[in-house]
């Protein structure tokens, strides 16, 4: 069992920036590939970003990002710590959502929402 525990979240004002962190125990940590969402009110869960996990056949983490992020999120990771991190800048009030950690089989695994473990989710509120 992968337990994932997310932090960061809080209140911004519109144009700012917020980091998430999702720390877990996991010594497979290095193989899953980590992504996150977020749901709004009264919306459904939609995908955020998503970074591969560590593949022998390459030495660079693959990323994918939603077109509504894609320039002002960055998705990172760092084995050693067992932590994935989303960098949020140029925050938007529509960006005000619950945001969740996941970890999944696979980059597009992750991307499509076929997920192996959820963290419980950080709140981001931005205010305009």
């Known amino acids: 069992q992968v337990q994932l525990v997310e932090s960061g979240g809080g209140l911004v004002q519109a144009g700012g920036s917020l980091r998430l962190s999702c720390a877990t125990s996991a010594r497979t940590f290095s193989r899953y590939s980590m992504g996150w969402f977020r749901q709004a009110p009264g919306k459904e869960r939609e995908f955020v970003a998503a970074i591969s996990g560590t593949d022998v056949y390459s030495t660079y983490f693959r990323t994918n990002y939603a077109d509504s992020v894609n320039g002002r999120f960055t998705i990172s990771r760092d084995n050693g710590k067992n932590t994935a991190y989303l960098q949020m800048n140029r925050l938007k009030p529509e960006d005000t959502a619950v945001y969740y950690c996941?970890?999944?089989?696979?980059?597009?695994?992750?991307?499509?929402?076929?997920?192996?473990?959820w963290g419980q989710g950080t709140p981001v509120t931005v205010s305009s």
């Open positions: 996941a970890a999944g089989e696979g980059l597009r695994a992750v991307v499509a929402g076929e997920i192996s473990y």
